[in-house]
């Protein structure tokens, strides 16, 4: 069946750092991935999306682009704060047939440190 | 403001004790789902519908039941809690438009505890 795989955390990294977060893809057909972020004590948002291959889906500084050939979408950032501290989710569903599904990955805690 | 309501926000029940937890959404969309989220786990399906009066289970639909009479409601039934079923429950719904997915929209979470 489909999976997401993202990297374990915590992931601990100073203010201004590169951030990288490793997200790979089993599914059949072309699914649509995102990336979530949920805050302390807080639901899900919608951080950013990408409905087909070579699609870079960006907001707030995040980017991450959809690579069918090595079924991934890594979530990246130039500089992160203090702010970004988060748990972040890599997740898939089918962009047809297949809709009203979202299959997460186990989510990695990043803590930005000052 | 527009987006998927959650209530309860906190609930605790004893075993054997059955309860809703309700979803309402109000932009008008098709597609419903219910999720419960467990340290480590991850956000785990449990039970989702695309349109009114159409539900199919998830990953984990035992011990939870659903029905979707309105496009506007998707209430999740615990039919006997079981401490089990001790987690941090979200609803969200979706759209898609050109056969694609849009994003889903969540709602805050049902803290649920079960003693």
């Known amino acids: 069946g489909d999976s997401v795989t993202q990297m374990e955390g915590p992931v601990t990294l100073s203010e201004e750092a590169f951030l990288t977060i490793n997200c790979t893809y089993t599914?059949?057909?072309?699914?649509?991935l995102f990336w979530y972020v949920q805050y302390p004590g807080e639901g899900l948002q919608l951080l950013l999306k990408?409905?087909?291959?070579?699609d870079k889906g960006s907001n707030k500084g995040f980017e991450a682009t959809y690579r069918k050939e090595t079924t991934s979408f890594h979530l990246e950032k130039g500089s992160v704060q203090v702010s970004d501290s988060a748990v972040y989710f890599c997740a898939l569903t089918h962009g047809s047939g297949n809709t009203g599904k979202l299959i997460f990955g186990q989510g990695t805690t990043l803590q930005v440190k000052p | 403001n527009a987006g998927v309501t959650q209530t309860p926000k906190f609930q605790v029940l004893k075993t054997g004790q059955s309860m809703t937890l309700q979803c309402a959404q109000d932009m008008n969309h098709e597609y419903m789902s219910w999720y419960r989220q467990d340290p480590g786990m991850g956000l785990r399906l449990i039970h989702y519908s695309v349109g009114a009066g159409i539900t199919d289970q998830g990953e984990v639909p035992n011990g939870y039941n659903v029905s979707r009479s309105t496009t506007e409601d998707f209430p999740l039934r615990l039919l006997s809690a079981a401490p089990s079923q001790t987690s941090v429950y979200f609803c969200?719904?979706?759209?898609?438009?050109?056969?694609?997915?849009?994003?889903?929209?969540f709602g805050s979470g049902t803290r649920l505890t079960v003693v």
């Open positions: 599914a059949t057909g072309y699914p649509s």
């Open positions: 969200a719904s979706s759209y898609t438009r050109a056969g694609v997915e849009r994003g889903y929209t």
């Open positions: 990408a409905t087909k291959a070579d």
